[in-house]
T-cell receptor
Framework: AQSVTQPDIHITVSEGASLELRCNYS??????LFWYVQSPGQGLQLLLK??????LVQGIKGFEAEFKRSQSSFNLRKPSVHWSDAAEYFC??????????FGTGTRLQVFP | KAGVTQTPRYLIKTRGQQVTLSCSPI?????VSWYQQTPGQGLQFLFE???????NKGNFPGRFSGRQFSNSRSEMNVSTLELGDSALYLC?????????????FGSGTRLTVV
């Protein structure tokens, strides 16, 4: 069965520090992978996606993610976090049934 | 271009009532999916419509239903509301072509059942 695991429920970083949010997936083939961000009371905004080609994907707001097939991972990174990055981040996989399967999310808190 | 539009943004209903939520996808998008988001269960897939046909359904009771119109707009209906139906309901639309997977989400409808 397809699944997504985000092992970190809550992460706190200082503004300007680097960030890495972890995501592991379970899927039989190479899936389509996504990172979404959600601010309180809002919908989901797509940060980036991977479905083929270069395993390092650049997204919006300075985020990037690296697909590692051997580790079944798709970790999200940002070299320098801004206070406005505080939000909840969801990793998702889209398999052959087309529905998105989401992880449980990681809440990012940024201290000045 | 306009994004995915969901109406209403907020809704308060009484247990036992029924509710209809609306979603207008991005122009040209023919696939519309619905998700329920709750603190306890996270984001869960409800159903997906493509060209007015339900193509995929999640594990929700029959009280949850939906439909899609010829202009790709979609509605979901929840009958006999229960307290546990309180959630953020998110609609997402997709171009539905192999070279561009993924969905664009609306801002959601916050349903509170009292």
């Amino acid at each position: 069965a397809q699944s997504v695991t985000q092992p970190d429920i809550h992460i706190t970083v200082s503004e300007g520090a680097s960030l890495e949010l972890r995501c592991n997936y379970s899927y039989g083939a190479t899936p389509y992978l996504f990172w979404y961000v959600q601010s309180p009371g809002q919908g989901l905004q797509l940060l980036l996606k991977y479905f083929s080609g270069d395993t390092l994907v650049q997204g919006i707001k300075g985020f990037e993610a690296e697909f590692k097939r051997s580790q079944s991972s798709f970790n999200l990174r940002k070299p320098s976090v801004h206070w406005s990055d505080a939000a909840e981040y969801f990793c998702a996989v889209q398999g052959n049934t087309d529905k998105l399967i989401f992880g449980t999310g990681t809440r990012l808190q940024v201290f000045p | 271009k306009a994004g995915v539009t969901q109406t209403p943004r907020y809704l308060i209903k009484t247990r036992g009532q029924q509710v209809t939520l609306s979603c207008s996808p991005i122009s040209g998008h023919r696939s519309v999916s619905w998700y329920q988001q709750t603190p306890g269960q996270g984001l869960q897939f409800l159903f997906e419509y493509f060209s007015e046909t339900q193509r995929n359904k999640g594990n929700f009771p029959g009280r949850f239903s939906g439909r899609q119109f010829s202009n790709s707009r979609s509605e979901m209906n929840v009958s006999t509301l229960e307290l546990g139906d309180s959630a953020l309901y998110l609609c997402a639309s997709s171009l539905e072509i192999p070279s561009s997977p993924g969905y664009t989400f609306g801002s959601g409808t916050r349903l509170t059942v009292v």
